[in-house]
């Protein structure tokens, strides 16, 4: 039984009609439907012939008669008429109405919040109201929408910080295992990454967005002292929670910071370049724990201090470096970040128009940006592809 082939239950018949117009409104008339004479005895079709003759009375359908070779063949099509008539008809709702319904609550949650949040919802209403899916969730399925857009509000405020992944679940829309159930990794980094330029597994995507199962340590080499412990004589690196940011100081005066967005690139670093910078562990796109660490080095060391940053010529690895220079009060240089690497190790891309803004910006990443967003011949560079180069030299 199908649209194609007939209809032997003139019920499923009259609502399909419906389902079409609810997902092609622009039709009007032009939904017609056939009926399955070869799946229906003659009982059968006298039974169901009258169900249409009660929708045709309503105004509702026509029926559309044609010559046949089989005397009991006597439609050709049913035809719908009036849609309203129809639901009245069928005692059902129209999807917009229900839609609206199950979408309001939906609006209350994201009022006020960013754009991208409030069009998540008007996605859901848009679906809906042609009894379709959007962000993977089921026509009216207002629980899972709810649980999403909640997730999405906590990340707003901020609720992953500092935190594992359960506890922000539970902070964010009290169910620790949200994110787990349901299909939210993949609606969270479907959304969340383009947003902040991370693209990848949903997993990573979440990891370099700070969602974590537990927060990353903080990994660094170098003079630091933290707790009162002398950190610097750890190898190849130290790590410390990240709660313990905040106690962390300088023990000496570092020849330069660098901080260096993937763990494999910062292994090699520590291990190869055995030199007396501060080297630290951005995680990704940086933690509130990995911007505590920094802030407290850029308070703390003289002016004259070179701060550096290495990551992933992408749109994640530009925006992770705009993160970090827009939260210390000295610059931030690009550490093997340029158009020449990038063209010359790196793999051909199209444009990246989201880059514009930061390409036009003030920021010591503009250009590469802007080559990104708009220039000729975009390459894309993961940093692992470069052997480990002290930026200050040997």
Same mark, same amino acid.
């Given at each position: 039984?199908?649209?194609?082939?007939?209809?032997?239950?003139?019920?499923?018949?009259?609502?399909?009609?419906?389902?079409?117009?609810?997902?092609?409104?622009?039709?009007?008339?032009?939904?017609?439907?056939?009926?399955?004479?070869?799946?229906?005895?003659?009982?059968?079709?006298?039974?169901?012939?009258?169900?249409?003759?009660?929708?045709?009375?309503?105004?509702?359908?026509?029926?559309?008669?044609?010559?046949?070779?089989?005397?009991?063949?006597?439609?050709?099509?049913?035809?719908?008429?009036?849609?309203?008539?129809?639901?009245?008809?069928?005692?059902?709702?129209? $999807? +917009?109405?229900? &839609?609206?319904?199950?979408?309001? %609550?939906?609006?209350? @949650?994201?009022?006020?919040?960013? #754009?991208?949040?409030?069009?998540?919802?008007?996605?859901?209403?848009?679906?809906?109201?042609?009894?379709?899916?959007?962000?993977?969730?089921?026509?009216?399925?207002?629980?899972?929408?709810?649980?999403?857009?909640?997730?999405?509000?906590?990340?707003?405020?901020?609720?992953?910080?500092?935190?594992?992944?359960?506890?922000?679940?539970?902070?964010?829309?009290?169910?620790?295992?949200?994110?787990?159930?349901?299909?939210?990794?993949?609606?969270?980094?479907?959304?969340?990454?383009?947003?902040?330029?991370?693209?990848?597994?949903?997993?990573?995507?979440?990891?370099?967005?700070?969602?974590?199962?537990?927060?990353?340590?903080?990994?660094?080499?170098?003079?630091?002292?933290?707790?009162?412990?002398?950190?610097?004589?750890?190898?190849?690196?130290?790590?410390?929670?990240?709660? $313990? +940011?905040?106690? &962390?100081?300088?023990?000496?005066? %570092?020849?330069?910071? @660098?901080?260096?967005?993937?763990? #494999?690139?910062?292994?090699?670093?520590?291990?190869?370049?055995?030199?007396?910078?501060?080297?630290?562990?951005?995680?990704?796109?940086?933690?509130?724990?990995?911007?505590?660490?920094?802030?407290?080095?850029?308070?703390?060391?003289?002016?004259?201090?070179?701060?550096?940053?290495?990551?992933?010529?992408?749109?994640?690895?530009?925006?992770?470096?705009?993160?970090?220079?827009?939260?210390?009060?000295?610059?931030?240089?690009?550490?093997?970040?340029?158009?020449?690497?990038?063209?010359?190790?790196?793999?051909?891309?199209?444009?990246?128009?989201?880059?514009?803004?930061?390409?036009?910006?003030?920021?010591?990443?503009?250009?590469?940006?802007?080559?990104?967003?708009?220039?000729?011949?975009?390459?894309?560079?993961?940093?692992?592809?470069?052997?480990?180069?002290?930026?200050?030299?040997?």
């Amino acid at each position: 039984m199908s649209a194609r082939t007939g209809f032997s239950d003139p019920y499923r018949l009259l609502n399909w009609m419906l389902d079409v117009r609810e997902q092609q409104p622009e039709r009007g008339r032009d939904i017609l439907a056939k009926v399955d004479y070869d799946a229906l005895s003659y009982d059968g079709l006298q039974r169901f012939d009258a169900v249409l003759a009660a929708a045709e009375r309503v105004g509702a359908v026509r029926r559309e008669y044609v010559r046949s070779r089989r005397p009991e063949e006597g439609i050709k099509n049913v035809r719908l008429l009036d849609a309203a008539k129809l639901y009245a008809h069928l005692g059902r709702s129209p $999807a +917009a109405h229900e &839609a609206e319904r199950a979408a309001a %609550p939906l609006f209350d @949650l994201v009022d006020g919040r960013p #754009a991208y949040i409030r069009e998540v919802a008007r996605d859901l209403l848009d679906a809906w109201t042609r009894r379709t899916r959007a962000h993977q969730i089921d026509y009216c399925d207002t629980a899972t929408a709810r649980t999403f857009l909640g997730l999405l509000c906590g990340f707003d405020d901020n609720l992953h910080e500092g935190v594992d992944e359960k506890t922000f679940c539970a902070r964010a829309v009290r169910d620790s295992k949200a994110i787990r159930q349901g299909g939210h990794a993949s609606r969270l980094a479907r959304v969340l990454g383009p947003i902040h330029g991370v693209t990848g597994p949903p997993e990573e995507v979440l990891e370099t967005l700070g969602i974590r199962k537990f927060p990353t340590p903080l990994c660094f080499r170098g003079p630091v002292v933290s707790a009162g412990i002398p950190m610097d004589g750890f190898r190849p690196y130290a790590a410390i929670p990240p709660d $313990a +940011a905040d106690s &962390a100081h300088p023990k000496l005066t %570092p020849r330069y910071v @660098l901080s260096i967005e993937n763990f #494999a690139s910062f292994n090699r670093y520590v291990r190869e370049a055995g030199d007396d910078g501060l080297i630290v562990y951005a995680a990704g796109y940086p933690s509130r724990a990995t911007i505590t660490f920094l802030q407290r080095m850029d308070a703390a060391l003289d002016p004259a201090v070179a701060f550096f940053h290495w990551g992933d010529i992408e749109e994640g690895g530009l925006q992770a470096f705009r993160v970090i220079e827009s939260a210390l009060n000295r610059p931030l240089t690009p550490h093997a970040m340029d158009i020449e690497s990038a063209i010359k190790l790196g793999s051909p891309t199209d444009n990246k128009p989201r880059l514009k803004g930061l390409g036009e910006s003030d920021s010591a990443i503009a250009p590469l940006a802007a080559w990104l967003a708009g220039g000729e011949n975009p390459h894309l560079l993961e940093q692992e592809m470069l052997d480990p180069v002290p930026p200050m030299g040997s």
